[in-house]
């Protein structure tokens, strides 16, 4: 019985400081994602859990903590992926020169796109967001000679890289893990970090209540465009790393599908909660990965399990966990 | 206290066709509680709309300690010393007691800092604790507000319009759909609120805002219809006439 207890309370401790106010969420978020690649099937699908709970992740700023309904994340998943692929193939930067100016060039586009759509509200939001965010693909399919068009941009390959000194062999895929787990590692304390500032009170404040966080003293437009720039240039990030991981950038990457589907993991992992994003995630590689075995229309049950999810478990499978284990953890 | 604290000169404000306020020319003065009443429609909502910054007059000017207040957005208004409560309560549901007014007190001095961490800024707790502590919810700051009974609902929106330790401020029917328990608690609360504080109220209950004002506006129609004393007002036919004597019985 003490040995259940204890491995309850160690649970508990967990999953309860994984989601708790403090760095400590920051290295436990960490440790999980150094295991990954022995705790997945595969490391092909572990990379991909990395990168795509880094774009979540970056979207969860946005939809979880700020409360605003974006449609049109893949436009800063892109921008990071192209502008990276561009930069070391066309300019000769070097890696980590053309990850930083990715990051930078997209969170101008988020400026831009943000200065449009937080004027609106609602579903005007989640319309214009959409509508802005196709447009940058129709530029990305239009502008060819830069972007690849149709095929996507190729042409770039990170095989070296080399680190104070150390030259590390991108092509294994476990070096390409962790090398690339740095960079979510520096995404996650990032995100903690704004999550903990006074500035991560005022978005919760105003997806609690607008009018009141205005009528507090809070310029609510400009808080808004501030975290759509923030939360773009988080999923940026996680494209510089699809970027460089694939050494290829496919054209859908833009589409408007990916954006739903970035929503889709967000709701499956747990708006809201500090590491739902890689949860949600995994659930959905891992669900696209197994049902794509034996049936070519995996979408439609994807899609079924996102309609329960939904339904019965609107606070996705993270954030249901840590309601149902019993932790005394204090909410803000 | 005295001097001129607030100056509205021929406030109007205009829907469309409707005429929702026409000509207010008021002027208040520091350190008294002033109610407002008037029939539903009158204007009072409104009116204190205007005041607060959350609509911009169709006519007439807003002088606040001598500046101009017209143009300016809602919230500025409360970085110039005019903070309010809604007649509908409208806090942060999902954030606790102590967070909620923490961060109404952050508005004032750290609004776009992503860098530092919250829990440092030691000040902000402390002056939202004495917010808690002048609305007797202290011992409650760790709740979520959305469990809060209504009436201390209530008064959690008073310590989150209090913390920005505002020069004037607003009060739209703080006790409305209040029980008679309360209503004593809340009147009690004003009461001390009243003897630093330059305040603005809406009010419906009528014994309520006879015993608490020094001084009572009457909106009807959109127009002030009369201006003073609780005794002159008491007395005013007029007032008898469209307002007071329809609702002898409500508080």
Redesign the interface.
């Known amino acids: 019985m003490t040995a259940q207890s204890n491995r309850a309370a160690a649970t508990k401790s967990v999953f309860g400081a994984l989601d708790r106010?403090g760095d400590q969420r920051v290295l436990l978020s960490i440790a999980i994602l150094i295991a990954l690649p022995w705790l997945l099937p595969s490391q092909a699908l572990a990379v991909n859990v990395l990168i795509y709970g880094v774009v979540v992740m970056g979207y969860n700023l946005l939809f979880g903590y700020t409360g605003l309904l974006s449609f049109g994340q893949a436009a800063f998943f892109g921008c990071g992926a192209y502008v990276t692929g561009i930069a070391i193939g066309r300019y000769g930067m070097p890696w980590f020169a053309a990850v930083a100016s990715a990051v930078v060039v997209s969170t101008i586009l988020a400026a831009v796109i943000g200065v449009i759509s937080t004027r609106t509200r609602g579903i005007y939001f989640s319309m214009v967001t959409l509508a802005l965010a196709q447009l940058v693909y129709y530029v990305a399919l239009q502008a060819s000679s830069f972007t690849g068009g149709e095929n996507g941009l190729r042409g770039f390959t990170v095989d070296r890289i080399s680190l104070f000194g150390l030259q590390i062999n991108f092509l294994d895929p476990l070096n390409k893990y962790y090398v690339l787990m740095v960079f979510a590692a520096a995404a996650l304390w990032f995100q903690s970090?704004?999550l903990?500032?006074?500035?991560?009170?005022?978005i919760?404040?105003i997806r609690?209540?607008e009018?009141?966080?205005?009528?507090?003293?809070?310029?609510?437009e400009?808080?808004k465009l501030?975290v759509f720039m923030?939360s773009g240039s988080i999923s940026a990030l996680g494209g510089c790393m699809l970027a460089l991981h694939l050494s290829i950038v496919p054209l859908d990457i833009l589409h408007y599908q990916t954006s739903g589907m970035i929503v889709m993991m967000v709701l499956l992992g747990g708006a809201r909660s500090f590491f739902g994003p890689f949860v949600g995630a995994a659930a959905f590689l891992i669900l696209e990965d197994v049902i794509s075995l034996w049936t070519p229309h995996w979408q439609i049950f994807v899609g079924a399990i996102f309609i329960l999810f939904v339904l019965f478990l609107p606070k996705g499978i993270w954030g249901t966990l840590l309601e149902t284990l019993p932790i005394a953890r204090?909410?803000? | 206290m005295s001097g001129e604290l607030l100056r509205a000169e021929g406030i109007g404000k205009r829907f469309g066709g409707f005429v929702a306020l026409e000509g207010i020319t008021v002027s208040f003065e520091a350190g008294q509680l002033t109610s407002i009443i008037g029939p539903n429609g009158a204007g009072k909502s409104t009116f204190f709309n205007i005041l607060?910054g959350?609509l911009s007059p169709s006519s007439g000017t807003l002088h606040f300690k001598g500046c101009e207040l017209n143009g300016l957005?809602?919230?500025?208004?409360?970085?110039r010393g005019i903070?309010?409560s809604?007649q509908i309560t409208?806090?942060?549901?999902?954030?606790?007691v102590h967070?909620n007014v923490?961060?109404?007190a952050?508005?004032?001095s750290?609004?776009?800092?992503?860098?530092?961490?919250?829990?440092r800024?030691a000040e902000l707790g402390a002056r939202a604790d004495t917010a808690l502590h002048a609305v007797g919810l202290l011992d409650r700051r760790?709740e979520?507000a959305k469990f809060l009974a209504h009436g201390q609902q209530r008064a959690l929106e008073i310590a989150?319009a209090l913390v920005?330790e505002p020069e004037l401020l607003l009060l739209d029917e703080p006790t409305a759909g209040m029980g008679p328990e309360e209503t004593k608690d809340m009147v009690a609360l004003l009461e001390r609120l009243a003897d630093r504080r330059t305040i603005l109220l809406v009010e419906h209950k009528m014994k309520m805002v006879l015993g608490l004002s020094r001084r009572i506006l009457v909106l009807h129609h959109g127009r002030l219809l009369a201006d003073g004393a609780p005794d002159e007002i008491r007395s005013n036919p007029e007032v008898r006439r469209v307002y007071l004597g329809q609702s002898e019985g409500y508080g």
Do not use: K, M
Request: aromatic share 12%; proline share 6%.
């Open positions: 106010f970090r704004i903990n500032s006074p500035f991560g009170a005022v919760e404040a609690e209540n009018q009141r966080a205005r009528a507090c003293g809070y310029d609510v400009r808080s501030l923030l204090p909410r803000r | 607060s959350a957005p809602q919230h500025r208004f409360v970085h903070s309010r809604y409208n806090i942060f549901p999902d954030l606790t967070e923490r961060v109404a952050q508005a004032l750290v609004r776009y800092d992503v860098w530092r961490n919250r829990a800024l760790g979520l989150i920005s």
